[in-house]
């Protein structure tokens, strides 16, 4: 069976920092794009980042580009590296894994990680 466990998420204050991972098992993701969503309390979830298979290319939100940097260190392991966190960026964080290249599709989901920033 496929997990997809995030870890790193907690409360911070603004302007502070957070990384979170992600650890796949069950299977190899060597294929598959992964990537970070989150869902703000009231609000849809929505796309953060991703990166390609071996890391070969990463994408963000508008809303996080240039403070929020995602790596991948072998096939099933992701992170996020969060730097000057806002008071928007509360929300719980998912991980994400999927064959199809943009995440348009997402076949795995994580249990997800509170990340909560104080203002």
């Known amino acids: 069976q496929v997990h997809l466990v995030e870890s790193g998420g907690g409360l911070v204050q603004a302007g502070g920092s957070l990384r979170l991972s992600c650890a796949a098992s069950g299977r190899t993701f060597t294929w598959h794009t992964m990537g970070w969503f989150r869902q703000a309390p009231g609000k849809e979830r929505e796309f953060v980042a991703r990166?390609?298979?071996?890391?070969?290319?990463t994408y963000y939100a508008d809303s996080v580009k240039g403070r929020f940097t995602i790596s991948r260190d072998n096939a099933n392991t992701v992170y996020l590296q969060m730097n000057s966190l806002k008071a928007e960026d509360t929300a719980v964080y998912y991980c994400?894994?999927?064959?199809?290249?943009?995440?348009?599709?997402?076949?795995?989901w994580g249990q997800g990680t509170q990340v909560t920033v104080s203002s």
């Open positions: 990166v390609t298979p071996r890391g070969a290319s």
């Open positions: 994400a894994a999927d064959l199809n290249y943009q995440l348009e599709t997402v076949d795995y």
